[in-house]
């Protein structure tokens, strides 16, 4: 059984109360819900970690290299702007799936560029909640 760490970024942790028309109405504690079923099925554990400190992101990650076999993230807007991250994650050595419940590419036109995308194994927007559970298939998948 390996951990698959599943980091959340800035404003993650309002999940079913900020902008519900965008990100519908799941929150938190559902995605973690949905995420440790999905590890428990395919025969792994999950670890969670929310954050809206880049910091303290890039600090779990660095720990993730000890204790975890893959990563999925949600970074929030941290995709669009934080090379920090990037080089975070570009440190660790296993799987790295990135997640986005809304489809960046049809909001925003900065929400278009991730910094992260680049480095991710699988990159899933568009699906809500479930693109999580996409995210994990996808780097239990090369564990």
């Known amino acids: ?3 698959i760490l599943i ?3 800035p404003n993650l942790n309002l ?3 900020r902008e519900p028309e965008v990100y519908g109405h799941d929150t938190l504690a559902d995605v973690e819900d949905l995420c440790r079923k999905k590890c428990e099925a395919l025969g792994h554990e999950a670890a969670f970690f929310q954050s ?3 910091h303290e992101l890039i600090d779990r990650i660095h720990t993730a290299r000890q204790d975890a076999a893959a990563i999925v993230i949600n970074p929030g807007a941290l995709s669009h702007t934080s090379i920090a991250l990037r080089d975070a994650l ?3 050595d296993g799987p790295i799936g990135e997640i986005h419940i809304s489809n960046i590419h049809a909001r925003e036109e900065f929400r278009h560029f991730s910094y992260i995308s680049a480095i991710a ?3 899933i927007c568009g699906a809500g909640i479930a693109g999580y559970g996409f995210a994990i298939e996808s780097v ?3 564990i």
């Open 121 to 123: 194994g699988a990159v």
């Open 52 to 54: 809206n400190a880049e």
């Open 1 to 3: 059984m390996a951990t």
């Open 7 to 9: 980091l959340n970024g």
């Open 140 to 142: 239990a998948a090369k």
């Open 90 to 92: 570009s440190a660790f």
């Open 15 to 17: 999940l079913g109360q």
